[in-house]
């Protein structure tokens, strides 16, 4: 199901079924939008609490979507990156980026790194024998480590995205119950 599906099924539903385009009228589209947002986020809420309780990150995959993104490069810090467009649902330790992988090739999934401990991992031999790439996240930005691929142009981020950013066309995951 689409979001766009998912706003007509609901509007069906709270004009009765088969209603009259008076009653149907009542209901606008992005007022319906901005409820199922409110239960989108406190469905993110409970898993959240559930997460941090037990640990199981798998509820979360139901609601990603892949992004194509560009990898930038700031000459100032000398170090690639991209941005996050749309911004992902804030939730804790960014667990709403689920995978950050070249597009062609998500085995080589790069590993996330707490932006405050990458003096630390620069200091350790894991950083000099480890392949694999690392990045963090500043705000609305994904910044990469020195392991970065040489000639990767985009970069595919999964992750989750609040109901308002999603196209009418993309997918939407609805729980069951």
Do not use: C
Not at 11 to 32: C, M, Q, T, V, W
């Amino acid at each position: 199901m689409n979001k766009e599906e998912l706003i007509d099924l609901v509007k069906l539903n709270l004009g009765g079924g088969d209603a009259s385009a008076e009653i149907k009228s009542r209901f606008h589209p992005k007022e319906i939008a901005r409820y199922i947002e409110m239960v989108y986020d406190d469905i993110f809420n409970e898993i959240t609490i559930n997460v941090i309780k037990y640990g199981d990150f798998s509820p979360l995959d139901n609601y990603v979507l892949p992004y194509v993104l560009p990898v930038l490069y700031d000459s100032a810090r000398e170090q690639r990156y991209t941005v996050l467009t749309p911004q992902p649902v804030p939730l804790p330790n960014n667990q709403s980026i689920r995978q950050v992988s070249p597009p062609k090739d998500q085995t080589l999934s790069f590993a996330p790194v707490d932006d405050n401990s990458s003096s630390v991992w620069a200091e350790l031999d894991v950083d000099k024998v480890s392949p694999i790439p690392g990045y963090s996240v500043e705000g609305n930005n994904i910044y990469f480590d020195s392991q970065f691929p040489k000639g990767l142009e985009n970069i595919m981020v999964k992750q989750i995205v609040p109901f308002s950013s999603l196209k009418n066309s993309d997918s939407v995951f609805v729980p069951g119950g």
